[in-house]
């Protein structure tokens, strides 16, 4: 397995439009254990593979607090959402920074898992919140997207500021 590098908000690269996986293959789960162990050692709940610049409809998450329940999510699609949740919202791509977001407190999805088959299942709370969090991802959407420009544009610039000191210091 490998750590992967994970882009960090503003990159562009961030806001590209997933496309379908075509074939659920030996590549295809290499790529969900290294994105299992990028989102273990960051660390974080969910991972989109739009995040680590692979453009492709994946995503994995496990919000268990021991890490023992992994969920791959292959061309996942949302049949139903219902009731409201506002929980407070972090993000691998946008490190260091929690704000309160609005999502669907329960939704029934459908993909494939990590062996190709077709599955339905039924979330709430946090675990609908990471997936319709990684699903944004995969449609090139960021948490930030649902804060004021003016939050939005703080947050940007902070996290260019830092990245500018970081390289200093290492140069």
Do not use: W
């Amino acid at each position: 397995m490998a750590k992967l590098k994970i882009l960090e908000f503003p990159d562009p690269r961030l806001r590209t439009r997933a496309a379908p996986v075509e074939t659920v293959d030996d590549a295809l789960r290499t790529l969900i254990d290294d994105m299992f162990e990028t989102m273990y050692e960051a660390p974080g709940i969910g991972l989109a593979a739009t995040q680590v610049d692979v453009h492709r409809r994946l995503l994995v998450a496990d919000v268990s607090s021991e890490k023992n329940e992994p969920y791959v999510l292959i061309n996942p699609e949302i049949l139903e959402k219902d009731g409201v949740a506002v929980s407070e919202e972090g993000c691998l791509s946008v490190p260091g920074y929690y704000e309160e977001v609005e999502r669907a407190e329960h939704i029934r999805v459908r993909f494939l898992d990590r062996d190709g088959n077709e599955v339905e299942m039924e979330a709430e709370g946090l675990l609908a919140v990471c997936i319709q969090h990684e699903m944004d991802h995969l449609e090139g959407k960021l948490f930030v997207d649902y804060l004021s420009e003016a939050k939005r544009g703080r947050i940007r610039k902070r996290l260019l500021r830092d990245r500018r000191h970081q390289a200093a210091d290492v140069a």
